[in-house]
């Protein structure tokens, strides 16, 4: 679906679809999971009705586990502190709030949030996000917590859902 649409989406249809992928990846981790490989490609758009589905947990791993780092997933979208090299990582949602803040991006503009993806990355973090004078600043607020580089930072799921389902396009 996303990869074969007509246009940018507009800022209702993005919020509905995002709340779609927020809500979905806040079941996984209720079941103990982190998905880290969010993406476009791994929401399937169900024909019957429009709904989201979350698919592809190859790179699934348990809440709370310990993981060697560099992990692999799509840069583009995967958490700075996955990248690191030879470091053991815990696993937390926090992972997925990063990768779901550059799938927000993504559905809001039409632009990856990276444009330069060779695997230093992120040592060259992008802190200005590319926004039109016309994005909400709430939206900004809340994309800035979401891709904060220290994880522990990063607000929980039910916040960002929150700020989202009061927000009200224009």
């Given amino acids: 679906f996303f990869a074969h649409k007509p246009k940018p989406l507009v800022p209702s249809e ?4 995002f709340l779609q992928m927020l809500r979905a990846v806040k079941e996984l981790h209720s ?13 399937l ?10 698919g592809d947990y190859g790179l699934a791993k348990f809440l709370d586990s310990k993981i060697q780092t560099p ?17 053991l990582l815990r696993i937390s949602p926090a992972q997925d709030v990063y990768s779901l803040g550059t799938l927000m991006y993504l ?4 632009r990856l949030l990276y444009e330069n993806l060779d695997d230093l990355w992120y040592l060259t973090y992008r802190r200005t996000l590319c926004l ?11 994309l800035h917590k ?9 607000p929980p799921l039910e916040e960002v859902c929150l700020i989202l389902e009061n927000w009200k396009p224009t």
């Avoid at 758009?45 to 979350?54: A, F, G, I």
């Fill in 14 to 17: 993005a919020k509905k679809y």
């Fill in 31 to 43: 079941l103990g999971f982190a998905h880290l490989d969010l993406c476009l490609e791994n929401f």
């Fill in 45 to 54: 758009l169900q024909k019957e009705d429009s709904s989201l589905c979350l």
């Fill in 71 to 87: 992990y692999h997933g799509r840069k583009s979208h995967i958490a700075p502190e996955l990248k690191k090299i030879n470091s």
């Fill in 107 to 110: 559905l809001f503009t039409d």
């Fill in 132 to 142: 039109d004078a016309a994005f909400p600043a709430i939206l900004v607020e809340l």
């Fill in 146 to 154: 979401m891709l904060k580089e220290d994880p522990t930072k990063r």
